[in-house]
């Protein structure tokens, strides 16, 4: 049996970089343990140190091997690498695929590479609070570079893409459907856009395609590069990475990362109030009787939903508990 | 000078089917305007008669002329149609292009016909909420179809297409980020799914891929059909409404429509609540210098996102103002 490592020990080995302990923090987190919150206040201030990078997009378009490409480059210019995958769709968070295994399993000895997946279920307390976590606990290990991999839908209260100093949006000859968002305006514009899969013979209209959505959007100061890449053999791998030095170079010149930061960091703290509210307000609807009545006498059409949604928030469902 | 309508004059001239009423009513509801709300608590028990159908999927795909071709259609059929459309990229919404203005322009004099939009800009208390609202005075107004118009990109708290009896999905050829995301299990598989814009050589492909794509999810008892439309001529239309009415018998004749209806109800008033909480934490982040400096200490790194998170409810942000 394991003795019982106290926080302070953990927290010091993890500094130390030490891998395991850093599993085990995460670990902690996922499991929304209390000595896993009280871990990452207390080191806390040892974070900011990491480049964040966020890849996000569709299912399909390759955004783990690309990742699992990436941390091959980043390593071979000596870089320290933690990935943490909240794709649902992911092959990390999966179960890889044989070729992505075998990619990946290069790293597993390598002791300034971390890998780490969550799955959308199990994170009690909330996915997207526990990632959040563990994108800090990965940055106070010392890793030079935090990975983040979402999927590019967006349904959560907090999206941990928000969290990066730099949004890579990944597509495919093929995306039509993100383009199409891209030029309604109804997606955000990303700071880097990838096109995988680049073998592709429709590879050079998907870029004209990705360029015309963007010549529709605001310009700002910053000309998002559209790099072409084959995440499958490398092609390209090491064009991203400069476009995401580039990106990086260029926010902490005109001194918009520290904006970018500070605004990330408030929306984070709405984000987990809201969220924990909302569990709350779940956990009253399901425990107390008389919310259960009040929400059959809507569906009763006795009482509407906004009236029914006022008397529930009059009635303290906001107050039970403590998230 | 018009002078003051009561709210019970206005509630009398909707339930009589009035369109200037109807509008009126609608416009309380998007200003946020207390009487709107009244006149909704008012409504409510004469509501749950209207179809219910909610249309999605990626901008550009045509759901707005697909859903104007359907108004022709369902007129054709002698049913009353309101039209309520939330899709920020939406021509209804920015202002309908030429074609579909001369398309939707043989409905306005219709007394049988009712179109409007939200933006996503303006609607005070948020835009879900107003369209929740909206969709429950049209159908006490006594539309026997309510078609929602909503973009299938879901960061809503509230999703407008939840309050639907029947979701349509719309695609067209070249939506593969779609097709990937309902492979990979990130998107809900709709009741019915549109390929548009069938005129495309590549349509059939498109077809077998969104085959392929739904025998990979759970299999209901309900086997989702896939119709092929060409909205800007009508191709197909009749087909797309038949499989709409299929889909309303079936979830009657199986007694789901209750259980959907009730399900989608509790998740309202759950969502709205949220919503409102949400909504006050923001006012008091903006309002409060106790709460600013909380956040500013965040950015320093004095305190983590989730202890600040914690103290922001514990100080009762959660609790002032009503919603």
Redesign the interface.
């Known amino acids: 049996m394991r003795s019982r490592t106290t926080s302070s020990e953990l927290a010091e080995r993890l500094l130390a970089g030490e891998k395991r302990a850093l599993a085990r923090a995460i670990s902690l987190v996922e499991n929304g343990d209390p000595a896993g919150?009280e871990l990452?206040?207390g080191l806390?201030?040892r974070?900011?140190s990491a480049r964040i990078v966020g890849f996000t997009g569709?299912?399909?378009?390759g955004k783990s091997t690309l990742i699992g490409a990436l941390v091959k480059e980043l390593r071979e210019r000596e870089r320290r690498v933690a990935v943490l995958s909240i794709d649902?769709?992911s092959p990390f968070t999966r179960g890889a695929l044989l070729g992505d295994r075998i990619r990946l399993s290069e790293h597993f000895l390598d002791d300034d590479v971390f890998i780490r997946s969550m799955a959308s279920r199990g994170a009690l307390g909330g996915l997207a609070?526990a990632a959040?976590?563990a994108a800090?606990v990965m940055d106070a290990a010392g890793f030079d570079e935090v990975l983040l991999e979402t999927?590019g839908?967006?349904?959560a209260?907090i999206d941990v893409v928000d969290h990066a100093d730099t949004v890579v949006l990944v597509l495919?000859p093929?995306?039509?459907?993100?383009i199409?968002?891209l030029?309604?305006?109804?997606?955000e514009i990303p700071d880097v856009i990838v096109v995988n899969k680049a073998e592709h013979p429709l590879t050079d209209t998907m870029v004209r395609e990705v360029r015309t959505a963007l010549s529709l959007g605001p310009g700002g100061d910053w000309k998002v590069p559209i790099v072409k890449t084959v995440a499958a053999d490398g092609t390209g791998v090491s064009d991203l990475l400069d476009a995401i030095e580039a990106h990086r170079v260029h926010v902490e010149a005109t001194g918009t990362l520290e904006q970018r930061?500070?605004r990330n960091?408030?929306n984070?703290?709405?984000g987990?109030?809201?969220a924990?509210?909302?569990r709350r307000?779940?956990r009253r609807?399901a425990e107390d009787p008389a919310v259960a009545a009040?929400?059959d006498d809507?569906?009763a059409?006795?009482?509407?939903?906004?009236?029914?949604?006022?008397e529930?928030?009059a009635r303290g469902?906001?107050?039970d508990g403590?998230?």
């Open positions: 919150a990452v206040a806390y201030p974070t900011g569709p299912p399909g378009v649902p769709s609070e959040l976590q800090l999927v839908v967006g349904q209260e495919m093929g995306s039509g459907d993100s199409q968002a030029k309604a305006g109804v997606m930061r500070a960091l408030r984070e703290v709405l987990l109030a809201a924990r509210m909302r307000l779940e609807i009040l929400l809507v569906v059409r006795r009482i509407d939903p906004a009236s029914a949604a006022a529930l928030l469902g906001d107050r403590d998230g």
